[in-house]
């Protein structure tokens, strides 16, 4: 038998080629191919896009229940009220049976909605649909287009389906019907029914605020006071020796009432430093009370300050140079600050947490101070370094060329000396503005400088891992109901005399509706003076509507703020650890 008889459709495939001249002869077997392939993919895609409609319009009826449900909530209108409008979903249910199968319909709707089973197993991608569309035939495209139109139906889901904790329900299904409703009113409704009513009826309602917790009273010990107003007078043997007989007195009483005196004398050792002591204790602790006792830290060392107990011994190695400034920063003090530190060896300590001016004869003296310590490699430790911007910022204000350029030149050389050359570009280019004059330019400082941004000091060797372990600022520490309460002040170290300078810089935090919270982590000490202004100021936010917290305290300082009264105008709440 020849080639051509051999070969089927000789005349049609010439037709072929009378058709379609531009195309090569061995081509043209392929072509009538090509044309289903492209065919098949067209039908594909438009089922595909059918599909993704038909889902769009499903979430966009959803949302606008949800919208009207909510609506309805704000304008005051209960399901239960008999008076009413009332709901679709209350004239069309029948019996709970048929409420249960409406839910358990929305359920699955939801469930396919999210699973967008299109892009399942059962359904090609669209990267294998360019592979497969070259063999469709005409009997796959037909049933692929009667499946995608097929009803829905629970046994399309995917079998993961089933399991009742693989897919949350749209609604809650804790709502009830109205009390006016009727269980035998009416016949079930259609799912296309049912759906839009039950969606409007189990629409879950607002959640109501919920008022922040306030702190529980601290009710101390009377057997206590003795000991707290030794400590504040500056006594902590007077105080240790109190406590101890406190214990004492209170040895037969039961163990839980015995606790707050343990505790309160734990706090002592850690506020004077005495780890030999505490550990005594904790001994002690352990024995009477089968379990372990408080974690040991040092607020002396964790402040940077020299432990209380034992005079050192001839010999004995100093401990870094500490300065604390004045209320008003005077000539006289910068001078003698300089020959201090001409005396010191570095690391140099400074607090300026309690400075609100400088004089005008002290401002080209610090600021010469601060270019020769940026100049030189000396360590340098700054804290409560705010109130040291705030004066600066206060008196180098933009366009004002009443102020004395040295103002300008201090706030630059105090930038240079922290490190922070952004600052330092912007307050130049201000200086440049006022004066019309070519600011200095930036140099990287020689020194080596450090600071708190504000809180209480803390040397190199007390790492974050010491503080956590002992509880500092750890969450379960503070009292119910202000764990995620943020504190925006803070106090420590020892007060002495007046205390409304570290005050009144925590009434400009102050929030509406919001207390403010003092954290006295690391408050060792307040006396009797520095007890009196907090009182004041205490007296003062109250009358004007503002909450306080004073959270975190020591024991000792805590009972002692209860002695004077800072309790009836503020809470006061002791440490947990």
């Known amino acids: 038998m020849s080639k051509e008889e051999s070969s089927p459709g000789l005349l049609s495939k010439m037709v072929r080629f ?175 029914q049912a759906v839009p009513a039950a969606a409007a009826a189990y629409a879950p309602p607002p959640a109501p605020e919920v008022a ?48 707050e005196i343990w505790m309160t004398l734990f706090d002592l050792y850690r506020a004077i430093g005495e ?27 964790l402040l940077g300050l020299q432990a209380q107990p034992a005079p050192a011994a001839p010999g004995f190695a100093q401990r870094e140079f500490s300065w604390n400034s004045p209320t008003t920063l005077a000539a006289q003090s910068v001078v003698a600050l300089q020959a201090s530190l001409a005396r010191a060896a570095p690391p140099w300590t400074l607090t300026w947490s309690r400075l609100a001016a400088i004089d005008e004869a002290a401002v080209p003296l610090l600021a010469n101070l601060f270019t020769q310590w940026a100049e030189q490699e000396v360590q340098l430790t700054f804290f409560g370094v705010e109130a040291l911007n705030t004066v600066l910022e206060a008196r180098t204000q933009s366009g004002d060329r009443d102020t004395s350029p040295e103002w300008w030149r201090l706030r630059m050389a105090a930038l240079r000396l922290m490190g922070r050359p952004d600052e330092f570009e912007l307050v130049a280019l201000d200086y440049c503005v006022t004066y019309e004059v070519s600011p200095p330019s930036w ?20 790492t974050s891992s010491d503080l956590h372990a002992s509880g500092y600022g750890d969450p379960s520490s503070m009292p119910a109901g ?18 409304v300078p570290l005050l009144a810089p925590f009434e400009e935090q102050v929030k509406p509706g919001a207390p403010l919270i003092i954290a006295c982590d690391r408050l060792v ?53």
Request: glycine share 4%.
């Open 18 to 192: 009378v058709r379609n001249p531009t195309v090569n002869w061995t081509d043209l077997d392929s072509i009538d191919a090509d044309r289903e392939s492209q065919y098949s993919k067209q039908m594909l895609k438009e089922m595909i896009e059918r599909k993704r409609r038909n889902d769009f319009v499903r979430r966009r009826e959803f949302d606008q229940l949800r919208k009207l449900r909510k609506r309805e909530a704000l304008q005051g209108q209960r399901t239960e009220d008999p008076t009413a409008r009332p709901s679709f979903f209350q004239s069309s249910m029948a019996s709970p049976d048929d409420r249960a199968v409406t839910l358990k319909k929305i359920d699955e709707i939801e469930a396919q909605m999210s699973q967008q089973w299109w892009k399942s197993k059962n359904t090609p991608t669209p990267s294998e649909l360019g592979d497969s569309a070259a063999t469709a035939t005409d009997s796959t495209i037909a049933t692929a287009h009667d499946r995608a139109f097929a009803p829905t139906a629970p046994a399309s889901l995917p079998g993961v389906l089933s399991a009742p904790t693989a897919v949350q329900p749209l609604f809650s299904g804790e709502s009830l019907l109205p009390s006016g409703a009727s269980e035998g009113a009416g016949a079930a409704p259609s799912p296309s």
């Open 212 to 259: 922040p917790a306030e702190p529980e009273e601290f009710v101390h010990e009377p057997d206590l006071e003795e000991a707290a107003i030794r400590f504040a007078n500056g006594d902590h043997a007077g105080a240790e020796s109190g406590l101890l007989e406190v214990l004492a007195q209170h040895e037969q009483d039961d163990p839980q009432q015995q606790l």
């Open 275 to 301: 780890h030999e002591r505490f550990d005594a204790l904790a001994i002690d602790y352990a024995a009477r009370f089968s379990r372990s006792a408080p974690l040991w830290f040092s607020m002396p060392e």
């Open 443 to 462: 140099i990287s400082p020689r020194c080596s400088y450090s600071s708190d941004d504000g809180g209480a000091p803390v040397p190199e060797d007390a």
């Open 482 to 499: 202000l764990e995620s309460a943020e504190p925006s002040a803070s106090l420590s170290g020892h007060i002495e005399g007046d205390a």
């Open 525 to 577: 000490r307040v006396d009797f003076a520095a007890a009196g202004s907090v009182l004041n100021w205490a007296a003062e936010q109250q009358a004007h509507g503002h909450a306080v917290h004073f959270v975190n305290l020591q024991r000792l300082v805590a009972v002692f703020f209860n002695v004077i009264g800072v309790n009836e105008h503020a809470w006061v709440v002791p440490r947990k650890n």
